[in-house]
């Protein structure tokens, strides 16, 4: 059984349109992260909830925004996507531990036209 | 600040042949240090990890992972490559309690039948 789902796996936006990724776990787990991955690089994490603290890498444009409505559900949203936002977009979960695994969704991939 | 460097981008293997990807890292404390294999278009699925006591690390699909902190390395193994490993793989370091994930860029294995 999925464990943690994103909606939609593909999504297409124009140029400057609002978008909103979504992500929800089965796990009832702690923490949800948010990683943008650019073709053939690594994941980068953009910001993670620890329950409802919200945690912002210091490098994550402020064009990107992030909701947690309740422990399953957490959504991304990108204000003005522009061409440099294409990517594949991961949502993970964890218990909350150091030693806690962190458990990936099949991703988002989001195209900017 | 914590890193990973994964020195080979590409790799190419036959099938059935032995198979090591190389991982190190930079952390100041005692690293929490992960691999993550992704298919083509799907998210992460975590191999193994380690945390601390034996540094020889068994994980899914006959992956094994040896810890060396003399070296600050984290090498990944497989003694027969099989044509379904064919996948990029993702050396992972925690840091910021576990909650922070920093990947390193991934090295792309290619099984030749």
């Known amino acids: 059984d999925a464990m943690v789902i994103q909606n939609p796996r593909y999504q297409v936006t124009q140029f400057g349109k609002p978008v909103t990724l979504s992500c929800s776990q089965t796990?009832?787990?702690?923490?949800m992260y948010w990683y943008q991955q650019k073709s053939s690089q690594a994941p980068k994490l953009l910001f993670h909830?620890?329950?409802?603290?919200?945690?912002n890498e210091a490098d994550t444009p402020d064009n990107f925004q992030s909701r947690r409505p309740n422990t399953s559900f957490c959504f991304l949203d990108i204000r003005s996507p522009g061409l440099g936002d294409a990517a594949m977009y991961l949502c993970?979960?964890?218990?909350?531990?150091?030693?806690?695994?962190?458990?990936f969704g099949p991703g988002t991939r989001l195209t900017v036209l | 600040a914590q890193s990973v460097t994964q020195p080979d981008i590409h790799i190419t293997v036959s099938e059935g042949a032995s198979l090591e990807l190389r991982c190190n890292y930079s952390?100041?404390?005692?690293?929490?240090l992960f691999w993550y294999v992704q298919s083509p278009g799907q998210g992460l699925q975590l191999l193994l990890k380690?945390?601390?006591?034996?540094?020889l690390v068994q994980g899914i699909k006959g992956f094994e992972a040896e810890f060396k902190r003399s070296q600050s390395s984290f090498n990944l193994r497989k003694p027969s490559v099989h044509w379904s490993d064919a996948a990029e793989y993702f050396c992972?370091?925690?840091?910021?309690?576990?909650?922070?994930?920093?990947f390193g860029t991934g090295t792309q294995l290619k099984v030749e039948l």
């Open positions: 952390y100041g404390a005692t690293p929490y």
């Open positions: 796990l009832n787990h702690n923490v």
């Open positions: 909830y620890y329950d409802k603290d919200f945690n």
């Open positions: 380690y945390f601390s006591g034996d540094t």
């Open positions: 992972a370091v925690a840091s910021g309690g576990g909650n922070k994930l920093t």
């Open positions: 993970a979960t964890n218990a909350g531990g150091g030693t806690d695994t962190q458990y």
